[in-house]
């Protein structure tokens, strides 16, 4: 039986602290994984679910967007998938008596522990202007609400589209061809907050915002860096390939300011003989200051132009550099070259925290690499300046021709199981003219060209009173969003919020005047149409696309498919029978769509490049992988038809006398905004999350002690913003860098600090003073 879900918010007194793992994964992760999943499940649906996670016509587990080996385990999944899969397959229900139970005031008071432990949403519920509690809602009433909304709407613009990464392709086609049949190109998504940066400096570079490796060039690469990211507990699953890499020969870089468990031992649970001995996964551990990548990657490439001053070889090259490939395939050594010259060792020490012996072993690394691999994720994708970061990362890999090469490239790993599939679809506020002119012939409508609002954006337009409609699919806006008060404020001034979703959430109850849930079936269940079951398709990190089919039972006899919600939303705006059609209308059958989501597929392949013979290719266990030109044939989709080295200030943090900067990242049991239980367990933190880790010297120098508590203060442009009663841990980070958990930090993340360019909120450096809490 699955055990009741818990009654009250995290009790932060019963925190405990143990030392810090130094190793990933092993038997403790499977016992913990069967402990929840059978929590959630109980133990028969348990097995049957489990078992069908990422296996050839199962579904894809929604635990992250990792590739899967064509050749399959049985059980291919990690303990974060596990839990990922529990909490959506779990027996726990939310309910019309639960809410009738609970007010939103009630509601407002829990945390999102609480809120997410209740189980899943059942029906279809409607705030009313004014109403204390959430009531039923026919789904037809609640589909003509939404159409009225948007009809009486003065202008496209004033409605706003969020979409999570956990959306099907076929979802999200349909839904952005809604949404721009609507008029707006207002399309913000989870990306914006994530790994917009990496899109930003790739496509400017390389001429495409994607990865450019397959697991095959990631377990034959000869080096590989692992930078601003905890695969141990983010992506479990990427520890195989690294322990392949390993045994190949790889020599791995880890780059963080935290000594995470994962990257530097691994025992993997699904090898018995690694059971027993485990893999030494880490060779170098640079210990990095927040923000010093830029710096690191640019201290690289002066090491490398120094090498090759000094006649030195890369393997398999005449020289260090790779000029055969400079010139044929690049422009922009020059300007790249300017810059590094500029760029100071002294500042570039200081910026990493490393020492220049550390800088130089590095450096000789890549000299003694063949191909090297430089994988990242959201430590170094959330400052101020990300993209220029991740522009060095890629000139330092242009330098020894490691794009488009056997065992090397970039590789970007992405968080949400279909986030990239997403921006495939168009879920962009600023997709090219050719995806618009395809579109536009496909439907034969005149989709809008102006760019939409990202999500920084469309915070300021609601906080500004422009928008009247918010739809969520999926995700938890007010959580995920930076500055929660002014976006709960943001939200609060619109007409109308939807939020499709499969659990309860705070953005539940930081509704507009009125709101909507729209509960919806998740992707480990069977989803049946007028045609039969449907299956849906994702694509993963490495753009390969598969199909995915749910096996449960629906959690409630009245959930709505993610499809069938847009498609009933459009045929009631575009062509409902008590309104006049709009003009400029997509000439779609939604309805159509909805029975039968290959019809969908079909304009997929109508529209989109690389879904040639799309039905027919998801047959194929693997599915397909999609074209990616600098990979399959150095070839870049740049204005010069040429990969671009870039000249980049060099840029860090400078912290402030008296204060700290912040990251704000994930513990072992969260997933995003979901926290499935309370501990950090590599981490050493159980029963609690209000803690901010900090160097022990700097705990020492503020005036503090180990344990005190402490109120954080966040200081931007002469504004602050409170976090309140966080225990102080002495935590194993360079000097002046803290971490904390988010969404717990998020009021502390300034809506105006963005990343250059990509206009990601700057969620891994808040600079931050300490205040010391009453006791
Ligand atoms: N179980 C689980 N899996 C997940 C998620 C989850 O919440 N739970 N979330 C999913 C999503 S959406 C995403 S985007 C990914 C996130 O995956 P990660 O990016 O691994 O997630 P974070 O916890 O934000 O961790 C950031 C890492 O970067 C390091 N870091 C911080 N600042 C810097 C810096 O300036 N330089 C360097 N070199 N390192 C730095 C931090 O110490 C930390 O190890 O995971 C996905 N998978
Ligand atoms: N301070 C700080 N803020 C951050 C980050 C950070 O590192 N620090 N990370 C950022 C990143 S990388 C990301 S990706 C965002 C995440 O932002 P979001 O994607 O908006 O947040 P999640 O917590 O993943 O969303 C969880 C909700 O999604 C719904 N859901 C789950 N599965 C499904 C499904 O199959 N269909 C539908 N319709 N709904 C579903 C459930 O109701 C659940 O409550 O947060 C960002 N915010
Ligand atoms: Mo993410």
Redesign the pocket.
């Known amino acids: 039986m699955a055990s009741k879900a818990p009654k009250q918010n995290i009790d932060e007194s019963k925190l405990s602290l143990t030392k810090p793992k130094t190793t990933a994964v092993g038997l403790p992760a499977v016992a913990n994984a069967l402990k929840i999943s059978l929590e959630q499940m109980g133990p028969l649906r348990s097995i049957q679910t489990l078992l069908a996670v990422n296996q050839v016509d199962g579904f894809d587990c929604m ?3 990792w590739p899967e080996h064509e050749k399959r385990n049985a059980a291919e999944f990690c303990e ?2 596990a ?2 899969v529990a909490e959506e397959a779990t027996r726990r229900r939310v309910t019309p008596e639960f809410f009738a139970k609970h007010s939103i005031a009630d509601l407002k008071t829990r945390d999102d522990y609480w809120l997410g432990q209740q189980g899943r949403l059942t029906h279809p519920m409607l705030l009313d202007e004014g109403a204390t509690h959430y009531k039923p809602i026919a789904w037809d009433d609640a589909y003509e609400l939404i159409a009225q909304e948007i009809r009486d709407m003065e202008h496209p613009d004033q409605s706003v589209f969020y979409t999570s ?1 956990r959306t099907s392709n076929e979802a999200a086609f349909a839904y952005q061809l809604l949404v721009r049949g609507i008029g707006t190109n207002n399309l913000p998504d ?1 990306s914006n907050m ?2 917009e940066s990496s899109g930003s400096a790739l496509v400017e570079t390389i001429g495409i915002g994607k990865g450019s490796v397959s697991l095959t060039d990631l377990e034959t690469a000869s080096l590989i860096f692992v ?5 141990g ?4 699953r990427m520890l195989s390939a690294l322990e392949k890499a390993k045994k190949n020969g790889a020599v791995i870089i880890s ?4 000594p ?1 468990a994962g990257l530097l031992r691994f025992e993997n649970p699904q090898n018995i003989s690694g059971m027993v001995v485990g893999t030494q996964l880490t060779d170098d551990f ?1 210990q ?6 830029q710096a690191l990657f640019q201290g690289l490439g002066k090491y490398l132009l120094e090498a090759e001053a000094q006649g030195r070889k890369t393997p398999g090259l005449p020289t260090v550099l790779d000029h055969e490939f400079i010139k044929d395939h690049t422009v922009g050594i020059d300007e790249y070259l300017r810059y590094l010259e500029k760029a100071e060792w002294d500042d570039i020490v200081e910026a990493t925290g490393l020492t220049l012996e550390q800088i130089k072993s590095t450096g000789e690394r890549l000299l003694a690499s063949s191909a090297t691999i430089v994988c ?8 101020k300046h990300s993209v220029p970061t991740l522009r060095d990362v890629v000139n330092v890999l242009l330098l020894q021709g490691n794009i488009g090469k056997p065992g090397a490239g970039v590789c970007p ?4 199981s279909n ?1 990239q599939g997403d921006r495939t679809m168009g879920i962009f506020e600023k997709m090219p003219e050719s995806f618009h002119d395809r579109l536009d012939h496909e439907f034969q409508f005149l989709s809008p060209r102006a760019h939409g609002f990202d999500t920084v954006a469309a915070i300021r337009a609601m906080r500004d009173g422009k928008v009247r409609v918010f739809i969520g699919m999926g995700g938890n806006f007010v959580r995920a969003a930076p500055d929660s008060e002014v976006t709960e404020q943001a939200l609060a001034n619109t007409r109308l919020t939807v939020q499709i979703s499969t659990k309860l959430n705070h953005s539940h109850v930081s509704t507009g005047r009125r709101a909507l849930i729209l509960p919806t079936l998740g992707r480990t269940e069977k989803d049946t149409q007028r045609t039969g079951d449907q299956r849906v398709t994702v694509e993963d990190s490495m753009s390969a696309v598969h199909a995915s089919r749910g096996r449960l039972k629906p959690a409630s006899d009245h959930l709505h498919s993610e499809v069938a919600i847009v498609c009933n939303i459009a045929h009631k705006i575009f062509t409902g029978s008590d309104n006049l059609p709009l003009p400029n209308t997509p000439k779609a059958d939604w309805l159509a769509m909805k029975d039968d989501y290959s019809i969908i597929r079909k304009h997929i392949e109508a529209v989109l490049s690389g879904f040639e013979n799309f039905e027919e290719r998801i047959q194929n266990p693997g599915g397909f992988v999609l074209p990616h030109p600098p990979r399959d044939a150095r070839k870049f989709d740049t204005a010069s038809g040429k990969a671009h080295f870039t000249g980049n200030e060099l840029e860090f943090i400078r912290v402030p006398a008296g204060r700290l900067v912040l ?4 513990s ?1 049991d ?3 905004t ?1 926290i499935y239980g309370k501990d950090d367990r590599y981490r050493g933190i159980h029963g609690g999350r209000r803690v901010v880790l900090i160097n022990a010297d700097d705990i020492t120098e503020l005036g503090f002690t180990d344990g005190d508590m402490v109120h954080l203060i966040s200081e931007f442009q002469g504004t602050e913003r409170r976090a309140e009663n966080f225990r102080i841990v002495s935590y194993s ?1 360079p000097k002046g ?1 803290a ?1 904390a958990y ?1 969404p717990e930090t998020n009021v502390l993340v300034p809506l105006d600090s963005v990343a250059d360019t990509s206009g990601t909120p700057t ?3 808040v600079i931050v003073r300490l205040e010391r809490a009453e006791a």
Do not use: F
């Open positions: 635990g992250c967007a974060n998938g839990k990922a990464g989870c994530c790994h930078a601003g990211q905890n695969p507990t983010n992506h479990p780059v963080n300011p935290l995470e640079l990095i200051r927040a923000g010093g990548d990242w994720a959201m430590g170094l994708t959330q400052h790993v992405r968080g949400h986030v990251q704000t990242l994930r072992h969260q997933y995003n979901t980070t860098c971490a988010y969620s891994k450096s």
